[in-house]
């Protein structure tokens, strides 16, 4: 039996690496994406090849691809009164998401999220809430001015000082068709390729991207709301750039060359709407001929 043993040893040595082997693969990975997620340079924090400070803070930090500016101080008073006004009945006085007489946890907590996530969430409207026990806020039209925005942004910031801030992309650095394929990897599993969105699990949404400024798809990309991952080491600046340029011109802008773009439903609904219209056509004047004789 043990010799029996021995001559199947390298059989199932080669078995167990080839089995465990891919196992390895995977589980390292992870541990070097941790790693660059808080490493990598110019991947939305100071670590970035421009970083200028006054008072001893970051306010600018980026690359020719994409600057990111604080807001500024002088706005933290109009921010203050807007946010009571606007946003403290639920996440509460000091953005902690406790409201008064509330409890801990109800609502999301604002202090260190940074000010591209506040601004995101508030210039794109979903945020003061229209209603508070929807799953998923939509967006909509913005009850607040961008310049209010910023203001509740840079209050919130002053709490407790944090990263990403407010982006400025520069496009004319940026590559279309390296943003396609990259928005095609990243993106399209759930907006889809042609960026209108989807439904996801649980009643939850991708959204449409067809109305979307382009610091805003920046500030989307490395915040992460809602259900959307945060890209952070794992995108540069110059990647999301890319991105950023491909969605502001294919997407929100598509070059149909064929006439129609019948919504950029893609070359199915394109076919089948061809198929139904030449064959129908055909088959009149067909039967246009069949009467004449």
Known sequence: ???????????????????????????GPANALNYTQTTRRNAGTPNSTISVKKDGKVVKYGNKYIIYKAPSSDLDALGEALYMENCASCHGAQANGV???GTSGAFPDLVGLGPATIDFWVDSGRMPAKDVRAIEAPRRQPALTPNQALAISAWVNSLSPSYPDIPTPNLKNANVAEGAAL???NCAACHTIEGDGDALAFDTFAPSLRHIPAFQVVEA???GPANMPRFTGNLSDKEVDDIVQYVTTEIQHPNNPGGFGLGGLGPVAEGFVGLLLGVGILVLICYWIGERS
């Open 221 to 223: 990309i490395r915040t």
């Open 1 to 27: 039996m043990i010799s029996s043993l021995a001559r199947r040893l390298p059989l199932l040595l080669a078995v167990g690496f080839f089995t465990a082997g891919p196992l390895l693969l995977f589980v």
């Open 183 to 185: 928005f095609a990897l």
């Open 99 to 101: 409201p008064a007489n």
